[in-house]
């Protein structure tokens, strides 16, 4: 069965820190997203990875950065989290051409403090 | 500007009966039409597309939709609803020449058995 598996599936950190939300996917994916999803607000996409090494900003990508190294990982970090960052972040993958999500991991739920 | 609409927060059906869940939208080129379901507490799958072709698509579980272009709409239906259908529904849209999905803000669907 394909998987997107994200690290925590909840996490609790202070303003300020420096949070990383790790993803991986097992199907061999050339895309991955990040979205955040707010109640009312759907899904807001944050990056958008078609390549190891390549990146596109998403809506808001604003206090966010991604890292991806590898073809099956894709990292979000927070470079210093504040409490407007408080949401469910939601990992997802797809092949090649098929530049909207197929797959997604069952989201993390950060609190930040 | 491209945008998806989903003009009811929650849709109450009881089981057995038809349901229909109604999206509209707004794009500049030919548009590509998504829907995807989210079961509570979990990440979102993807149910089924429209990208060209027959105006009625055939998804997952059961689900169909039809692309109607004069209306601007890709209302998700299902001709008997099932109690484990209750979940949270999301339409999405972008055009041809862009990968960037636009999001409704989502629709509760609640079957009452």
């Known amino acids: 069965d394909v998987k997107v598996t994200q690290s925590s599936r909840y996490l609790v950190k202070r303003t300020g820190e420096k949070v990383f939300l790790e993803c991986v996917q097992d199907m061999d994916h050339e895309n991955m997203f990040w979205y955040r999803q707010d109640p009312g607000l759907g899904l807001r996409l944050i990056y958008f990875?078609?390549?190891?090494?390549?990146?596109e900003k998403g809506d808001i990508p604003e206090g966010y950065s991604v890292s991806r190294e590898k073809k099956e990982r894709f990292s979000l970090i927070l470079e210093s989290a504040s409490t407007n960052q408080t949401s469910m972040y939601l990992c997802a993958s797809s092949f090649g051409q098929e530049y909207q999500p197929q797959h997604f991991g069952d989201g993390t739920r950060l609190s930040i403090l | 500007a491209q945008s998806v609409a989903q003009p009811e927060d929650q849709v109450n059906v009881a089981e057995g009966n038809p349901l229909t869940v109604k999206c509209t939208y707004s794009v500049s080129g030919n548009p590509y039409l998504f829907w995807y379901v989210q079961y509570p507490n979990r990440g979102l799958q993807f149910l089924l597309k429209y990208i060209t072709g027959d105006n009625l698509v055939k998804g997952s579980y059961g689900f169909e939709a039809e692309f109607n272009k004069s209306q601007t709409s890709f209302h998700l239906k299902k001709p008997s609803a099932l109690v484990s259908d209750s979940a949270l529904y999301f339409c999405a849209v972008r055009d041809g020449s862009n990968y960037q999905l636009i999001w409704g803000a989502g629709t509760k669907l609640i079957i009452k058995p």
């Open positions: 990875s078609y390549d190891v090494k390549m990146k």
